[in-house]
Each structure stands twice: as structure tokens, then as C-alpha cells.
């Protein structure tokens, strides 16, 4: 996930250290290199509690708190809304548009700040938490931080600072909810280029929002220098689809400086250490409360059915007998 460029103002001094040493970030790698060494400039980065993370969804926890999310503004049209090609990815700024979450287990409302997105190339999959040791082929991140620290700042030194909500994106049919931000990457080729979009919901761009209460939850990092350990992530268990050639678009249209293809931007997975993965019980107990309605409704649907059909033998006998 990227923190930079949410408001110019505020996060000026975030800014200029995310892009100082954005060689150092070993984005276009090659397959071959993992690009562990972010530690060396950037101590957090050899912390013990970093992201992404392969999440192995036999080994999840079900915790009973992480209840469904509410979300304030998604489904808001929004209009004149920047999207900006910053040299690392695409990032779409949501700050001053009241958008924010509540629920889902965190402790109190998160405002949005931007939304960004992370991608392969052509042949190779991007995104950065990994599903059962899989690699899904994008990955949207919508970045919020929490309304009572103030601003994203503010939050860059708490441990529950920012929640990220997470998307895997795999292929499927053309999205065309996303047609717009995809069409406009070919008028943003270049680094710090912007574009301006308008008449979308955020709310258009995710599952529905019933499909948003199974999820997967830890605590983590920062995915790029300086890597702080201040994010509640969040993996929705629902994918996003976009078709083949959108998904293309990405790795072919944005340029990172220097005309060189922006691709491959995402970080290797790191340890989970001592780490649960917790997941939120939606799946499960929402079965079982089918199950039991099923089971309810067969049941008690039989027997009234069964009353009505006996009354309505009786009533007619009765008639007939009249
Ligand atoms: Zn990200």
C-alpha cells in the first residue's frame, strides 16, 4: 500500500520520503529478486510484524467481534475526483470526499484518504498478500486512517493508525464500473500526470455489500518504506473481477520515470511470526443460520401445510355433508 500524496499539505514530509529513494523501493525487479534488503535504509522494515503476508485460510481464527462494516459515503456519486500517476502506481485521492468506515471489528471510524492499486506485467501476477501461497494477478488497497488522531500523519505513529481495506483482483469479464479509471490510464502515462474522474461510487468498484462480511484480519505494516507497523488490514474474502485485457491496461499504459513500464509493483511477502490471521464469522454462522431457517422453514412449512390441507379436507367434507 502507498500512503503518499493525500493531502499535498499534510503529507508533505510523507511525500518526499516515500519517493527519496524510490530506486531503493526494487519495483521492476526481475522474478528472481526478492528485494529483502528495504531494512538496510529503513529500519521498521526488518520489523516483526510486516506486510503483506501469504494468508493460509486453513489456519485463520474465527473471531466473533468482526462484525460487518459500515460504510459512510460509498455510495456517494462522487465527481472531480484526481487520479494521479505518482511514479509507484495509480492512486485515486478520496481525502475531503466523506468517505470513511465504521464496524468490522475496528475501534471507532477510519476516514479515507485514497485508494491505489498494485499489478505484475503482462504474464505475471501483482498482487502483494498472497492466498494459500497464490498470487492473485492485482490488488486494490483503500487507505484510511483514524478519525481521532487527526490526520494520515498523525496516524503514521499509532499501532491501529490505518486501515487498509484489501481487494484481490482476478480475471474475469470486463468490469466496465472500472472502465473509466482504465481508459484514463492512457492519459496519465507519465510520472506526477493527473487526471480528473467524476460520476462513480466507491461503492461500484467493490463486491456487494453482502458479500463483504467474510474477511480476513491482522495487524501489519506500511507494504513500502518506511514500512510502519501502524495498519489493521483488512483481505476481503470476495475478489474483484476485471477482464484480461483491463487488468493488461495497467502494465502497459503507466510509466514509472524514465519511460520505463511500471510493473511488478508490489512487495514480497514477509513472516508472519507470531501472528494470527483472524477471520470474521459471517461464513460460518451465516450458514448455520441457514441451515436452521432451511431446516425452520421445511419443518414448519409441512406442517402448516399439512394443517391447511386438513382443514380445507374438513371444510369440504363438512360442505359436501351439508
Ligand atoms: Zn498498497
Redesign the pocket.
Known amino acids: ?2 500512503t503518499n500524496v493525500a493531502v499535498r499539505s499534510v503529507t508533505l514530509l510523507l511525500t518526499c520520503t516515500l519517493l527519496s529513494d524510490a530506486a531503493d523501493w526494487c519495483y521492476n525487479r526481475s522474478s528472481s529478486d526478492t528485494c529483502d534488503d528495504w531494512g538496510d535504509h529503513y529500519p521498521k522494515c526488518k520489523g516483526k510484524s510486516q506486510s503483506p503476508i501469504n494468508i493460509d485460510t486453513h489456519s485463520t481464527k474465527v473471531n466473533r467481534s468482526l462484525d460487518n462494516f459500515m460504510f459512510e459515503g460509498y455510495d456517494e456519486i462522487l465527481s472531480d475526483v484526481q487520479m494521479v500517476n505518482n511514479g509507484h ?1 495509480v492512486q485515486v485521492l478520496l481525502n475531503g470526499k466523506n468517505l470513511s468506515v465504521n464496524g468490522g471489528g475496528l475501534d471507532g471510524e477510519y476516514i479515507a484518504d485514497q485508494f ?1 492499486l ?1 499489478w505484475g506485467n503482462r504474464t505475471a501476477p501483482g498482487s ?1 498478500h498472497q492466498l494459500n501461497h497464490a498470487q492473485l494477478p492485482m ?1 486494490l ?1 483503500i ?1 484510511h486512517h483514524k478519525a481521532s488522531y487527526g490526520d494520515l500523519n498523525d496516524s503514521l505513529s499509532k499501532p491501529d493508525g490505518l486501515a ?1 481495506l484489501g481487494f484481490w483482483i482476478d480475471v474475469g469479464k470486463q468490469n466496465t464500473n472500472f472502465d473509466q479509471i482504465v481508459d484514463k490510464l492512457h492519459t496519465i502515462p507519465n510520472k506526477e500526470e493527473r487526471a480528473n474522474i467524476s460520476n462513480f461510487k466507491m461503492a461500484d468498484l467493490l463486491p456487494s455489500n453482502c458479500e463483504l462480511q467474510n474477511y480476513y484480519r491482522y495487524h501489519g505494516s506500511l ?2 518504506p518506511t514500512c510502519n507497523e501502524v495498519v489493521i488490514w483488512t483481505m476481503f474474502e470476495t475478489k474483484i473481477h476485471l477482464s484480461q485485457q483491463q487488468i493488461n491496461t495497467f502494465s502497459t499504459a503507466v510509466m514509472a520515470e524514465g519511460d520505463i513500464n511500471l510493473i511488478n509493483i508490489f512487495r514480497s511477502v514477509q513472516p508472519l511470526n507470531s501472528r494470527t490471521v483472524q477471520h470474521s464469522q459471517a461464513q460460518s454462522l451465516l450458514l448455520k443460520k441457514t441451515i436452521a431457517l432451511l431446516s425452520y422453514t421445511h419443518t414448519h412449512t409441512h406442517a402448516r401445510t399439512h394443517a391447511r390441507t386438513h382443514a380445507r379436507t374438513s371444510y369440504a367434507n363438512k360442505r359436501t355433508s351439508l
Do not use: G
Open positions: 500500500m502507498y502506481t491505489h498494485h502483494e490488488e488497497h487507505v487498509v507494504t513500502t
